[in-house]
């Protein structure tokens, strides 16, 4: 299908959807336009607030799928072992991007393949969600403040880019690592490959300063003499709180945050720091008044006022600046914005019947504004990681994202099911809208290395960055070794990654690494 003016657009206000031109409120105006590639719609409203527009294509006869295909889509967010290729259902909602194709990747013999992929660019002014049936394509925008309609008060929206395009005689995944390419038009680049270490999934935030010196040299280690150094990534326990506020200082194991950063330097890692910026639960941030807080939910801060962002202003320079971490780590705030995880929601992040302080931006430009103030906050040369962000409007925002849900250090099948899928189903995004992290290999001694032994395996071979936590009297004989040459591959990062059957498989065992096929076992 080449991609074309809708052939009809509705508009809802909260009480069902009503086409546009029929019984519309006079001061509401929509407009498609063909512009560099993509279809761009824009919305006005002067004084009614706006909810969705919906947007359908009907298919003509040569455009409608007739044979045998299966349907993917993103996620809002992170996955949770959830993507996957499924046959078409008009009832399934899809994030930011539908692809539907015929055959399968497994038999590497493209001859009469196609894949049709529809999607919008990132950092769009709505939450985009695609349904497609046997006769059509239909995009839902989400242009609400938060569970209620935006008050755009004469602003125009750019709602979103809409871009559909078809592959002949390639791979599903080669079609979809080229249809990102279009939909991503600045994405954020590191000088240098990203690898290291997080200490969560072996001290799951019981943690010290000494110990985070221990788990720095013992990484310096495990790298040898390459160039590019690694990061050691402290995790959630620093802080006051354990997963909340304030972040102006450290606790009784951590007295001293800026000299633990310098010792950090000297023994040869490069820092990172883990933050949760929107989360005051016990109410204990200096400063912060009522009408700085959420409305759905006091606990959390709201990203739309001036004041909170000059508090995230603030404290990612004390962390870069003051301090001197050089790599961040933002978590939690898709969860506290909106009070759920992705896999929760089947259809949009927002409940009905909230708002945000400011009223005149939607939920998406809130968001982009709180990842674009982290960014710009931060010293040069930082590398921001964004945990439980939206991907789709992150992109550009962060160097690396966290696109799948937590791995673990002492459950196997935990790791299988949220590492291995989002590593498979995410790839196309690498290097696209950013590096993707598909998390950690947790080296607790309570996983059979055998299985884990092969995540490390893959993770170093993906090009995509490698994090390890590694408890360190764990650290010795076969695992030193598989960890050592891991890291050596991950300082480079040259190895080009491809699921093979991950059109039949959500944990695909068979892959595509450097033009030679591979194959794990993940439940053996």
């Not at 299966?70 to 692809?99: I, N, T």
């Not at 010290?208 to 003499?225: M, P, T, W």
Request: proline content about 4%.
């Amino acid at each position: 299908m080449r991609l074309r003016l809708a052939d009809r657009m509705e508009v809802s206000l909260g009480q069902g959807f009503f086409p546009y031109g029929e019984k519309m409120a006079k001061d509401i105006s929509t407009k498609q336009r063909m512009e560099n590639g993509a279809l761009a719609v824009t919305l006005t409203s002067e004084e009614n607030r706006v909810c969705f527009l919906r947007l359908r294509w009907n298919f003509t006869d040569a455009e409608q799928m007739r044979e045998s295909v299966k349907v993917l889509g993103d996620a809002w967010e992170r996955s949770y072992g959830d993507l996957a290729w499924l046959p078409m259902d008009a009832e399934r909602r899809l994030p930011w991007v539908c692809a539907v194709s015929n055959g399968t990747d497994s038999t590497l013999d493209y001859n009469g393949r196609w894949t049709m992929c529809f999607g919008v660019k990132t950092q769009p002014g709505a939450f985009c969600l695609w349904q497609l049936d046997r006769e059509s394509v239909t995009l839902t925008c989400d242009v609400r403040n938060g569970g209620t309609g935006v008050l755009l008060r004469g602003r125009t929206l750019n709602v979103c880019e809409i871009v559909m395009q078809e592959y002949r005689d390639v791979s599903a995944f080669q079609a979809m690592t080229q249809f990102y390419r279009l939909l991503c038009d600045q994405p954020l680049r590191t000088i240098s490959p990203i690898y290291g270490a997080n200490n969560w999934y072996y001290a799951y935030g019981k943690s010290s300063a000494g110990e985070i010196r221990q788990d720095a040299a013992l990484i310096s280690h495990l790298s040898g003499d390459a160039e590019n150094r690694p990061f050691m990534v402290i995790d959630d326990g620093w802080q006051k709180n354990p997963t909340d506020g304030p972040w102006d200082k450290g606790n009784d194991r951590f007295p001293d945050m800026k000299g633990l950063c310098d010792d950090m330097k000297a023994l040869r890692v490069r820092p990172g720091l883990w933050v949760r910026y929107l989360a005051d639960e016990r109410g204990e941030t200096p400063g912060i008044t009522e009408e700085m807080r959420l409305s759905r939910n006091p606990h959390y801060l709201d990203p739309s006022h001036p004041a909170v962002l000059q508090k995230v202003m603030e404290d990612t320079k004390r962390f870069t600046e003051d301090w001197g971490y050089q790599l961040i780590k933002h978590d939690f705030s898709t969860c506290d914005i909106f009070g759920f995880w992705g896999f929760q929601r089947k259809g949009f992040m927002a409940e009905d019947g909230w708002r945000f302080f400011d009223e005149t931006k939607t939920s998406a430009e809130i968001i982009v504004q709180f990842y674009r103030t982290i960014f710009e906050s931060a010293a040069p040369g930082t590398v921001i990681l964004g945990c439980n962000v939206i991907g789709h409007l992150a992109a550009g925002l962060v160097h690396l994202n966290r696109t799948g849900d937590d791995t673990s250090g002492v459950e196997w099948e935990r790791t299988k099911k949220m590492g291995v899928n989002t590593l498979a189903f995410r790839q196309p995004q690498h290097r696209v809208f950013f590096d993707m992290d598909a998390d950690c290999v947790g080296i607790t001694g309570k996983i059979d290395w055998a299985k884990n032994g092969q995540w490390l395996r893959l993770l170093s071979v993906s090009g995509t960055p490698l994090f390890v936590s590694c408890q360190p009297d764990q650290a010795k004989g076969q695992i030193e070794a598989d960890l050592q040459e891991a890291f050596r591959l991950a300082a480079a990062q040259r190895d080009t990654l491809i699921p093979l059957d991950w059109m039949e498989n959500p944990w695909p065992e068979r892959w595509m690494v450097n033009g030679e096929e591979m194959r794990f076992c993940w439940d053996e």
